[in-house]
């Protein structure tokens, strides 16, 4: 763990839970693909850069969840390293309070006040003002909501392409079932725009390093469409939410706990939205509670 693998003559991740990307830009600096799930992982990966002689120019995050800015602050703190972050994932950033208190839907309890879902917080700059930095200049970053809100990927010079939580591998979603999804629909738009993609080697932050990444994204598309008609099915008869995640959580074999309630429960919300946006799915009040019916 935290291996520092080389992907091509520019590029290299460092092999954690959730891939950090490194972007060599000239004999000494580099710039970091996201920072880790904590202080521990960006004291590991400081480790890592002084063992290699670089120096952190710039951190680059994908998107907000904690597990990809939770090193931000440490890094920030040891280098002075500018954070660049897209739109609503830099506001996440810069208050990460945020991110719990979205998936729950109102003040997080302290149980849900965790590293694991809020991460510290750091300074951030918005993507927008990134091609202002001369060193960033070659750099593309190219769009991929759906896991989250404006969550990007980034092609390296040498054709290196990090892709984020756009995908997970096939044994998370074996063993998981359900992956977070904040937008289903843009979800399936990412996931058909990853399937055209050409590089020289695809970097998934939760899959494997692979040069071919059209069957992976496919068997992602294809788990989408098969918890949606289960979704559908289960709303054969009228539902209430709760009712749905309970056998949404009984169906795959999963144990629910506070977070996974809220991260599955979150997911299951933007299905039922999805659907009933597409007029799969109706929703209506009765008793005062949301009734969930094909």
């Given at each position: 763990?935290?291996?520092?693998?080389?992907?091509?003559?520019?590029?290299?991740?460092?092999?954690?839970?959730?891939?950090?990307?490194?972007?060599?830009?000239?004999?000494?600096?580099?710039?970091?693909?996201?920072?880790?799930?904590?202080?521990?992982?960006?004291?590991?990966?400081?480790?890592?850069?002084?063992?290699?002689?670089?120096?952190?120019?710039?951190?680059?995050?994908?998107?907000?969840?904690?597990?990809?800015?939770?090193?931000?602050?440490?890094?920030?703190?040891?280098?002075?390293?500018?954070?660049?972050?897209?739109?609503?994932?830099?506001?996440?950033?810069?208050?990460?309070?945020?991110?719990?208190?979205?998936?729950?839907?109102?003040?997080?309890?302290?149980?849900?006040?965790?590293?694991?879902?809020?991460?510290?917080?750091?300074?951030?700059?918005?993507?927008?003002?990134?091609?202002?930095?001369?060193?960033?200049?070659?750099?593309?970053?190219?769009?991929?909501?759906?896991?989250?809100?404006?969550?990007?990927?980034?092609?390296?010079?040498?054709?290196?392409?990090?892709?984020?939580?756009?995908?997970?591998?096939?044994?998370t979603l074996d063993k998981y079932k359900v992956s977070f999804i904040y937008d289903v629909?843009?979800?399936?738009?990412?996931?058909?725009?990853?399937?055209?993609?050409?590089?020289?080697?695809?970097?998934?932050?939760?899959?494997?390093?692979?040069?071919?990444?059209?069957?992976?994204?496919?068997?992602?598309?294809?788990?989408?469409?098969?918890?949606?008609?289960?979704?559908?099915?289960?709303?054969?008869?009228p539902q209430t939410f709760e009712s749905v995640l309970k056998a949404v959580f009984d169906?795959?074999?999963?144990?629910?706990?506070?977070?996974?309630?809220?991260?599955?429960?979150?997911?299951?919300?933007?299905?039922?939205?999805?659907?009933?946006?597409?007029?799969?799915?109706?929703?209506?009040?009765?008793?005062?509670?949301?009734?969930?019916?094909?």
């Open positions: 763990m935290y291996e520092l693998i080389q992907a091509g003559p520019r590029s290299f991740y460092i092999n954690c839970p959730a891939k950090i990307g490194v972007f060599k830009i000239d004999g000494t600096q580099v710039c970091l693909i996201d920072s880790g799930n904590d202080k521990d992982a960006g004291r590991k990966v400081r480790q890592i850069l002084e063992r290699e002689g670089w120096q952190l120019h710039a951190i680059i995050n994908t998107h907000s969840n904690a597990d990809h800015i939770g090193g931000n602050r440490y890094l920030q703190q040891q280098t002075g390293c500018k954070v660049y972050a897209k739109g609503v994932e830099a506001a996440f950033t810069a208050y990460p309070e945020l991110e719990p208190a979205f998936l729950y839907g109102g003040y997080p309890f302290a149980d849900l006040r965790h590293k694991f879902l809020m991460a510290p917080s750091s300074q951030v700059s918005d993507m927008d003002s990134l091609y202002e930095d001369e060193a960033l200049r070659e750099l593309e970053i190219i769009p991929l909501p759906g896991h989250f809100f404006q969550m990007v990927g980034v092609r390296i010079p040498d054709g290196t392409l990090f892709l984020a939580d756009c995908l997970s591998s096939r044994a629909a843009s979800y399936l738009e990412t996931l058909d725009k990853v399937m055209t993609m050409e590089a020289a080697l695809f970097v998934p932050a939760h899959a494997e390093a692979t040069d071919s990444i059209r069957s992976l994204a496919e068997y992602n598309k294809q788990c989408v469409h098969e918890i949606a008609a289960k979704l559908l099915e289960l709303c054969a008869a169906y795959y074999g999963l144990t629910m706990n506070f977070q996974q309630h809220v991260l599955v429960g979150s997911t299951i919300r933007s299905y039922l939205a999805w659907l009933k946006d597409t007029g799969l799915l109706q929703a209506y009040v009765q008793d005062n509670r949301i009734i969930w019916s094909v």
